[in-house]
């Protein structure tokens, strides 16, 4: 079907990538990735201790034979996760795959590397890119602007970003923010990249653990129903648009603080709306690509039908514009 340098380094069918999402990388979304063929990742803080992780590890194995990873999102915070125990836990656990995201990885590299797990980074800019390609990753997952939750404070969408990264990486390479369908994947790999990453479009599939009020609202929305929060603070999220996220954005722009809207932000919050369905509770990332989503499938009918469609355009309309 589609096979990439990708599916050779991590060992997978197909080079379709269900990234870290908060809340939402459990053990049934990221099992329905494996068996379809794609690479699922359970998010490691998710879970709220190490010990925690270890037992949906176990259970997303009882749900496949498949490869999968974890993610594990380093940020900076006043009271830190033990990240160095979720790491060890992760490796004591047999997982041979981790996404890393959020600040340098450079701590924890070794420890994957001498267990032998391939590391796949997640950023946003070029420069991170090719840095992270030097400290010794396996792969590089690449952030447009378009995506759900942190774009960076560049603003350069995948059009651009994708190729420029292209030009500089030689370890697999995979487009993440805006993807959806059987185009996205023959257009990244147009523009270079060995693949997709998605969340957004995950999160509109049976088997997300969110209530079907956050996937109905991912099917009624429109590209132009998100927000973008904390621009003034330099630390820009983007998330579904809703009564809470306009308000965070007011408050900022008549120069509020992050003390001003904390407790309208708080992650229990958004945890709640997943949890409930609740849509204006709290706020909850969501990228552009919702514009896209117009359908609640299962994992497996999403991946076959963007695999076969990929093959579809490549092997029909593109050849037949060459032809011409």
Not at 93 to 98: A, E, F, H, Q, T
């Amino acid at each position: 079907m589609v096979h990439t340098k990708f599916c050779d380094v991590f060992g997978v069918d197909y080079p379709i990538v269900q990234g870290g999402m908060q809340w939402v990388g459990c053990a049934e979304l990221t099992a329905a990735v494996a068996n379809a063929g794609g690479l699922g990742f359970l998010t490691a803080l998710t879970q709220p201790t190490p010990e925690a992780l270890v037992a949906e590890i176990d259970r997303c194995r009882e749900l496949t034979d498949k490869p999968f990873g974890v993610n594990l999102t380093i940020l900076p915070a006043i009271n830190p996760p033990p990240y160095a125990e979720y790491r060890d836990a992760i490796i004591e656990s047999g997982v041979r795959i981790v996404e890393t995201a959020g600040a340098n990885p450079a701590e924890h590299l070794p420890a994957f590397r001498e267990a032998g797990v391939k590391v796949l980074h997640k950023c946003t800019s070029v420069r991170h890119a090719v840095k992270a390609q030097e400290l010794g990753v396996d792969g590089i997952s690449i952030d447009g602007f378009e995506c759900a939750g942190h774009p960076g404070e560049d603003d350069i969408g995948g059009l651009v970003l994708i190729p420029a990264a292209a030009e500089r990486i030689s370890v697999p390479l995979i487009a993440s923010g805006g993807f959806a369908d059987a185009r996205g994947l023959v257009a990244a790999l147009a523009l270079g990249a060995d693949g997709i990453n998605m969340g957004t479009r995950f999160l509109a599939t049976r088997e997300a653990p969110v209530h079907d009020n956050v996937k109905r609202r991912l099917v009624e929305a429109t590209e132009l129903d998100t927000e973008l929060i904390f621009r003034p603070l330099r630390n820009t999220a983007r998330v579904a648009r809703n009564d809470v996220s306009r308000k965070v954005v007011r408050i900022l722009d008549e120069g509020g603080q992050f003390e001003d809207v904390r407790e309208l932000v708080a992650g229990v919050r958004g945890r709640e709306v997943l949890r409930t369905g609740n849509l204006d509770d709290g706020v909850w990332t969501a990228g552009v690509v919702q514009g896209l989503i117009h359908d609640i499938p299962t994992v497996a009918e999403l991946i076959d039908r963007i695999v076969i469609g990929a093959k579809g355009l490549i092997e029909g309309k593109l050849s037949e514009v060459i032809g011409k």
